[in-house]
């Protein structure tokens, strides 16, 4: 019989030392992971069968089975599913899934003292089947594809490599033959496997029946409850069993932050069991990651790839939608434009929102959590989703300028000053920036709250969102802002002693100056009240792009322009005073013209720009350095 012997690849190498060595004190996962395996085989062969003819031996009930033969020192688990070729063996065991091998490695590297964390890594990117080398020196796959002729056997030690052989394996169906270390014989023990079978996978769908082989008159049992979780009334479920859900359907390890378990009946009806993890998946912001639901039709798995299903900004979502209104036959292309998951996915939205709205409300620490792990996805829902676009903004929670707190949009306009009228914000690359920058002074010395914007996606919903209880959302630099009627203090010398005519008339000749001299580099010059410790800074006009998504759009075209600026300039500032005054007398305008430059440039290195012209601004800078010395 011809063979052919592989080597793994280098990456592949790489996660089977990591699983062998460093999750010992986890191993008995390697049976969750193999039921998981084996039940998702015949899921699929349940769903195959019913639109391919060659699949036809599904005629015997499906059930996986677990032998244990302490005389051999093997445990063999086995199931009549799908099966596997030999170009699937290749693929499925011979190479780690290309777009996951280099995130796991990542990952593991980041949380390699945290054991719960490994096992978890294991579920997260597809590699159970190699936990099957934490127990065993020899692992031995024998499947056969149903609908083809064909049998193989996989051989390898989970080092070097691996062969590939014929087999003489006669129903369809996948068989492991594990021959344990010397260390695992703790495995061979049947009250061992039922405990764990029962700790993880009491909920498996199919019967998982065990057989002790070694012992005399052995009757092959079965050890796990053998109905789907989510069939069972909730009142009958415990929550230990939804946690082992959880940690089956891969979603993470441990407790879920939320459970939402509901049978819903009307004119499309059906089951959903769902959970929302306590932390953030590796691939949360992957382009290609969408919605990850398992669809179920009257319990046979259709699909975990319906985008339809829910909104992908829920995709941090996790479980599984069962239902009967939806024709078993359906193609995975038609069911995109089912009428019947519309209305399923309608529901199951409104659902899930309402539960984090209850959430927010009851229970702050709990929501806070959330928020900070799967926030910024949810924001997409306000750019994608305007339907519920106003629920969403109730859900969203902001930083702002005076304390570490995250405010809902409901606390903000509760908490303004009767003479206030919009919701001011700031957007940046980073909420430190966003916090030094020049613009937030005048709200600072006024007590006015500022949300800070530091995510990609606030740009794009920011400018479709409108209003929030009719409070237009206004950037603090952009457009012109007048906070002199805000929470003012008659007190406050500049309210009492100087009018704003007089104001600007005093600095006339200066601003017709430095718009002279500063050219085409700015748009506009005009005075500002906003600013109290800053000379100037940099406003977008009122019909042009706000600073931080001008930022965003030269990330993606380094040629991208923009549009220029309005300097605002503080005419309390000393250095504007001083500007001012040097003004009277012609022989200084070159100094004026110096100083404009200087604070033109300073404007924009506090939005983090470079100078214009650095070799100018070095030499300006320069001359006022010597100036200041001598």
Same mark, same amino acid.
């Given at each position: 019989?011809?063979?052919?012997?592989?080597?793994?690849?280098?990456?592949?190498?790489?996660?089977?030392?990591?699983?062998?060595?460093? #999750?010992?004190?986890?191993?008995?996962? %390697?049976?969750?992971?193999?039921?998981?395996?084996?039940?998702?085989?015949?899921?699929?062969?349940?769903?195959?069968?019913?639109?391919?003819? +060659? =699949?036809?031996?599904?005629?015997?009930?499906?059930?996986?089975?677990?032998?244990?033969?302490?005389?051999?020192?093997?445990?063999? =688990?086995?199931?009549?599913? =799908?099966?596997?070729?030999?170009?699937?063996?290749?693929? +499925?065991?011979?190479?780690?899934?290309? +777009?996951?091998?280099?995130?796991?490695?990542?990952?593991?590297?980041?949380?390699?003292?945290?054991?719960?964390?490994?096992?978890?890594?294991?579920?997260?990117?597809?590699?159970?089947?190699?936990?099957?080398?934490?127990?065993?020196?020899?692992?031995?796959?024998?499947?056969?594809?149903?609908?083809?002729?064909?049998?193989?056997?996989?051989?390898?030690?989970?080092?070097?490599?691996?062969?590939?052989?014929? +087999?003489?394996?006669?129903?369809?169906?996948?068989?492991?033959?594990?021959?344990?270390?010397?260390?695992?014989?703790?495995?061979? /023990?049947?009250?061992?496997?039922? %405990?764990?079978?029962?700790?993880?996978?009491?909920?498996?769908?199919?019967?998982?029946?065990?057989?002790?082989?070694?012992?005399?008159?052995?009757?092959?049992?079965?050890?796990?409850?053998?109905?789907?979780?989510?069939?069972?009334?909730?009142?009958?479920?415990?929550?230990?069993?939804?946690?082992?859900?959880?940690?089956?359907?891969?979603?993470?390890?441990?407790?879920?932050?939320?459970?939402?378990?509901?049978n819903t009946e009307g004119t499309v009806s059906y089951t959903n069991l769902l959970c929302i993890p306590s932390s953030k998946p590796f691939d949360l912001f992957n382009p290609d990651r969408k919605s990850s639901l398992k669809l179920y039709i009257n319990r046979v798995f259709i699909t975990d790839k319906c985008d339809n299903l829910i909104p992908a900004y829920l995709r941090f979502v996790k479980g599984i939608v069962d239902t009967q209104d939806i024709d078993l036959n359906v193609s995975r292309e038609m069911l995109q434009n089912n009428p019947a998951v519309a209305k399923i996915s309608k529901?199951?939205?409104?659902?899930?929102?309402?539960?984090?709205?209850?959430?927010?409300?009851?229970?702050?620490?709990?929501?806070?959590?959330?928020?900070?792990? %799967?926030?910024?996805?949810?924001? /997409?829902?306000?750019?994608?989703?305007? /339907?519920?676009?106003?629920?969403?903004?109730?859900?969203?929670?902001?930083?702002?300028?005076?304390?570490?707190?995250?405010?809902?949009?409901?606390?903000?306009?509760?908490?303004?000053?009767?003479?206030?009228?919009?919701?001011?914000?700031?957007?940046?690359?980073?909420?430190?920036?966003?916090?030094?920058?020049?613009?937030?002074?005048?709200?600072?010395?006024?007590? =006015?709250?500022?949300?800070?914007?530091?995510?990609?996606?606030?740009?794009?919903?920011?400018?479709?969102?409108?209003?929030?209880?009719?409070?237009?959302?206004?950037?603090?630099?952009?457009?012109?802002?007048? #906070?002199?009627?805000?929470?003012?203090?008659?007190?406050?010398?500049?309210?009492?002693?100087?009018?704003?005519?007089?104001?600007?008339?005093?600095?006339?000749?200066?601003?017709?100056?430095?718009?002279?001299?500063?050219?085409?580099?700015?748009?506009?010059?005009?005075?500002?009240?906003?600013?109290?410790?800053?000379?100037?800074?940099?406003?977008?006009?009122?019909?042009?792009?706000?600073?931080?998504?001008?930022? #965003?759009?030269?990330?993606?075209?380094?040629?991208?322009?923009?549009?220029?600026?309005?300097?605002?300039?503080?005419?309390?500032?000393?250095?504007?005073?001083?500007?001012?005054?040097?003004?009277?007398?012609?022989?200084?305008?070159? #100094?004026?013209?110096?100083?404009?430059?200087?604070?033109?440039?300073?404007?924009?290195?506090?939005?983090?720009?470079?100078?214009?012209?650095?070799?100018?601004?070095?030499?300006?800078?320069?001359?006022?350095?010597?100036?200041?010395?001598?």
């Amino acid at each position: 019989m011809s063979n052919m012997e592989k080597k793994f690849e280098a990456d592949t190498g790489k996660i089977l030392d990591i699983v062998i060595n460093s #999750l010992y004190s986890e191993r008995e996962i %390697f049976v969750r992971e193999l039921i998981s395996n084996a039940s998702d085989a015949i899921d699929k062969k349940k769903y195959l069968a019913l639109t391919h003819k +060659s =699949i036809n031996d599904t005629s015997d009930p499906f059930e996986i089975k677990i032998e244990v033969n302490s005389k051999e020192n093997t445990i063999k =688990i086995s199931d009549n599913g =799908i099966g596997m070729d030999e170009e699937d063996l290749i693929n +499925s065991l011979g190479t780690i899934a290309r +777009s996951g091998t280099k995130a796991f490695l990542e990952q593991f590297n980041k949380s390699k003292d945290d054991k719960k964390e490994d096992v978890n890594l294991i579920g997260q990117f597809g590699v159970g089947f190699y936990a099957s080398f934490m127990v065993a020196d020899k692992v031995e796959v024998l499947s056969k594809k149903a609908g083809t002729d064909k049998s193989w056997k996989w051989i390898s030690d989970g080092k070097s490599g691996y062969n590939i052989e014929k +087999s003489d394996k006669k129903n369809s169906g996948t068989e492991l033959i594990l021959h344990l270390k010397k260390d695992a014989k703790e495995f061979l /023990e049947g009250t061992r496997i039922q %405990f764990v079978v029962r700790k993880y996978s009491d909920h498996i769908s199919y019967p998982v029946k065990m057989l002790e082989v070694s012992k005399k008159d052995a009757k092959e049992e079965t050890i796990n409850e053998a109905s789907a979780l989510w069939t069972r009334a909730p009142k009958d479920i415990k929550e230990k069993q939804y946690e082992d859900f959880f940690s089956h359907i891969g979603a993470g390890f441990g407790k879920p932050l939320l459970t939402m378990h509901n049978n819903t009946e009307g004119t499309v009806s059906y089951t959903n069991l769902l959970c929302i993890p306590s932390s953030k998946p590796f691939d949360l912001f992957n382009p290609d990651r969408k919605s990850s639901l398992k669809l179920y039709i009257n319990r046979v798995f259709i699909t975990d790839k319906c985008d339809n299903l829910i909104p992908a900004y829920l995709r941090f979502v996790k479980g599984i939608v069962d239902t009967q209104d939806i024709d078993l036959n359906v193609s995975r292309e038609m069911l995109q434009n089912n009428p019947a998951v519309a209305k399923i996915s309608k529901s199951l939205v409104g659902k899930i929102l309402r539960e984090l709205k209850k959430i927010a409300d009851k229970d702050k620490a709990k929501y806070i959590q959330f928020w900070n792990e %799967f926030g910024q996805v949810l924001k /997409e829902g306000l750019y994608e989703d305007l /339907e519920r676009k106003d629920t969403l903004l109730e859900l969203a929670r902001f930083s702002n300028n005076e304390n570490d707190d995250l405010i809902s949009l409901e606390d903000y306009v509760n908490t303004m000053d009767k003479n206030q009228k919009d919701i001011y914000y700031i957007a940046a690359d980073t909420k430190s920036q966003a916090l030094s920058s020049p613009h937030l002074e005048g709200f600072k010395s006024k007590g =006015i709250k500022v949300l800070v914007m530091a995510d990609p996606i606030d740009q794009f919903w920011l400018s479709m969102a409108g209003k929030f209880k009719e409070k237009n959302f206004v950037s603090i630099t952009q457009g012109e802002i007048d #906070l002199d009627n805000i929470k003012s203090d008659k007190k406050d010398p500049k309210n009492k002693d100087t009018k704003k005519d007089d104001v600007d008339k005093k600095f006339t000749n200066l601003i017709a100056h430095l718009k002279a001299s500063l050219g085409q580099n700015v748009k506009d010059i005009r005075l500002t009240s906003k600013l109290t410790d800053s000379p100037a800074c940099l406003v977008a006009d009122k019909g042009d792009m706000d600073v931080a998504m001008e930022n #965003l759009m030269k990330q993606r075209d380094p040629n991208y322009q923009g549009a220029p600026r309005i300097l605002e300039i503080n005419p309390e500032h000393a250095l504007v005073e001083k500007m001012n005054k040097l003004l009277s007398d012609k022989k200084h305008n070159n #100094l004026v013209d110096d100083a404009g430059t200087l604070l033109f440039e300073q404007a924009r290195m506090m939005e983090g720009k470079l100078p214009s012209d650095p070799t100018k601004f070095a030499k300006i800078m320069n001359n006022f350095l010597v100036k200041g010395v001598s």
